[in-house]
């Protein structure tokens, strides 16, 4: 037990701990992410092959098959994980980044059958550590130093691929990080032991830099998308990064259109730091909502919120969501509201096809949706009476016969900016809600 640990002790030791316990970490604080997923093992398959070697040495074929194959699993997964990160992105670049990662892959499968060959072929020679800077002899060097090399170059250019892609913001730190630090963390296959802890050491700083801000940068993300996004938006963006929350595409969505009645009236009478209250008590009784039922905050604009269901998180039901939500929220603010006066809300949905996703401009992105869903909803909206919610014909169709909500038709109506009358149709609560257990 005392030499385990003294070995453990060891430069090379520390340093074997210190690789396993930052995939470890990794895979703990940031485990659904598939890109974490792939650096995690990375981290822990070259931990353990200088795990292998401290505690076992050299002398014996399979502790030298053994550290054959974590090598090989550590260049694979190392190679997985900007790969995963390509997949986020999109475009030309995107797609040859992802081909020359798959033939670096093929590449470093031949170089460890290569190396298992040697083994078997001539293992005196395999297992006979070379003393010097160099642990590779000259023979070894020219048949499996191009084969990595040119692994390794490939899934370089690769990755400079995906930083010209403009991938995640988050991943292209890590990735950058990455680049300078892999000659760091390659030269350990070649140098002697007495300085494999210096560079590997040197190479997982300048990685441990990048990682740590990748994580500042996805808990600011998370903290602020939080407060906007229902919780499968906000995992959609911290697990898939920003591109897969916003990619364009025509889908059906329900678009709920929140308004307060008397609110103007309300502002010219009252001091501002009331209004402000009255806003915020109006934000969240929404935003409690728009969560519990899965739905999107899309816009915030003084007395008016926009709601979608249905994006960036496709679901089937999202009118009859949608239903429930205006339920919630007009039954929640009922009470809410009541200090403030002659205050209500009104509400409208309207269900279609729409196209939503992100568009990028003034050096930001900002997600739209666009169709006559959301300029039905706003219309319905203006249409409605204080605490009242109006729907149109596809919400309606939505709502099952045997639930809690009734719609009560009031007939067509002509709306602006659209080109024929609108059936119109009240919800109102025909039973009490049910309750979690029912």
Same mark, same amino acid.
């Given at each position: 037990?005392?030499a385990?640990? +003294?070995q453990?002790?060891?430069a090379?030791?520390?340093?074997a701990l210190f690789?396993?316990? =930052?995939?470890?970490? =990794?895979y703990?604080?940031d485990r659904?992410?598939?890109?974490s997923?792939?650096?995690?093992?990375?981290?822990?398959?070259?931990g353990g092959a200088?795990l292998?070697?401290?505690?076992f040495?050299?002398?014996t074929?399979?502790?030298?098959?053994l550290?054959?194959?974590? /090598?090989?699993?550590?260049?694979?997964?190392?190679?997985?994980w !900007?790969?995963?990160i390509?997949q986020?992105?999109?475009?030309?670049?995107?797609?040859v980044a992802?081909?020359?990662?798959r033939?670096g892959?093929?590449?470093v499968?031949v170089f460890?059958g290569?190396?298992?060959? @040697?083994l $078997?072929i001539?293992? +005196?020679l395999?297992m006979n550590?070379?003393?010097g800077?160099i642990s590779v002899?000259?023979v070894?060097?020219a048949? =499996?130093a191009?084969?990595?090399?040119?692994?390794l170059?490939?899934?370089?250019l690769?990755g400079l691929?995906?930083?010209?892609a403009?991938?995640d913001?988050a991943?292209?730190?890590?990735l950058?990080?990455l680049?300078?630090?892999t000659?760091?963390?390659?030269?350990a296959?070649f140098?002697?032991?007495s300085?494999q802890?210096?560079?590997?050491?040197l190479?997982?700083?300048?990685?441990l830099?990048g990682s740590?801000? @990748?994580?500042?940068?996805?808990?600011?993300?998370?903290q =602020?998308?939080s407060q906007?996004?229902?919780?499968e938006v906000? +995992?959609?963006?911290?697990t898939?990064g920003l591109?897969?929350?916003?990619?364009?595409?025509?889908?059906?969505?329900s678009?709920?259109m929140?308004d307060?009645?008397?609110?103007?009236a309300?502002?010219?009478?009252?001091?501002?730091?009331?209004?402000?209250?009255?806003?915020e008590?109006?934000y969240a009784a929404?935003?409690?909502?728009?969560?519990s @039922?899965?739905g999107?905050?899309k816009?915030h604009?003084g007395d008016?919120?926009?709601?979608l269901? %249905?994006?960036?998180i496709?679901v089937?039901?999202n009118?009859?969501?949608a239903?429930r939500?205006a339920?919630?929220?007009r039954?929640r603010l009922?009470?809410?509201?009541? !200090?403030?006066?002659d205050v209500?809300?009104?509400?409208g949905i309207?269900? %279609?096809?729409a196209?939503?996703? %992100?568009?990028?401009?003034?050096?930001?992105?900002? @997600?739209v949706?666009?169709g006559?869903?959301?300029?039905?909803a706003a219309?319905?909206?203006?249409?409605?009476d204080?605490g009242e919610?109006?729907?149109?014909?596809?919400?309606?169709? $939505?709502l099952p016969?045997?639930?809690?909500i009734?719609?009560r038709?009031?007939g067509k109506?002509a709306?602006k900016g659209?080109p024929?009358k609108?059936?119109?149709f009240?919800?109102?609560? /025909?039973?009490?809600?049910a309750t979690? +257990?029912?």
């Open positions: 037990m005392t385990v640990l +003294e453990l002790a060891s090379r030791g520390v340093v690789l396993i316990g =930052f995939g470890v970490i =990794f703990v604080v659904r992410s598939r890109t997923q792939a650096l995690a093992v990375a981290s822990v398959a070259m200088v292998v070697t401290v505690l040495g050299g002398g074929w399979w502790v030298s098959a550290n054959t194959l974590l /090598e090989g699993a550590t260049l694979l997964a190392g190679i997985e !900007p790969r995963r390509g986020t992105a999109h475009g030309r670049l995107a797609t992802n081909v020359l990662f033939l892959q093929l590449l499968l460890v290569l190396a298992l060959g @040697y $078997a001539f293992p +005196e395999a550590d070379r003393e800077v002899r000259p070894e060097w048949v =499996f191009p084969v990595l090399i040119t692994a170059v490939l899934a370089s690769a691929l995906l930083v010209l403009r991938i913001k991943e292209r730190v890590r950058r990080a680049i300078i630090a000659p760091f963390l390659m030269s296959l140098l002697g032991p300085y802890p210096l560079v590997m050491t190479g997982m700083i300048i990685f830099a740590v801000k @990748y994580l500042m940068i996805q808990g600011r993300r998370g =602020f998308m906007f996004l229902s919780p906000a +995992e959609l963006v911290n898939s591109k897969a929350a916003l990619g364009r595409e025509r889908r059906r969505i678009v709920l929140v307060l009645s008397g609110f103007s309300y502002t010219s009478a009252q001091a501002s730091t009331r209004v402000l209250q009255l806003l008590t109006f929404v935003g409690e909502a728009a969560q @039922y899965g999107t905050i816009d604009a008016g919120t926009l709601v269901v %249905g994006a960036p496709a089937d039901d009118a009859w969501r239903a939500m339920m919630a929220i039954e009922a009470v809410q509201l009541e !200090p403030f006066g209500s809300v009104c509400i309207a269900t %279609g096809l196209t939503v996703g %992100g568009i990028r401009g003034a050096g930001r992105y900002e @997600y949706a666009v006559t869903p959301i300029n039905l219309r319905l909206c203006d249409h409605a204080p919610i109006l729907v149109d014909a596809f919400t309606r169709d $939505a016969e045997d639930g809690d009734a719609a038709s009031i109506h709306y659209l024929a609108i059936e119109t009240v919800l109102s609560r /025909e039973k009490p809600p979690a +257990e029912q």
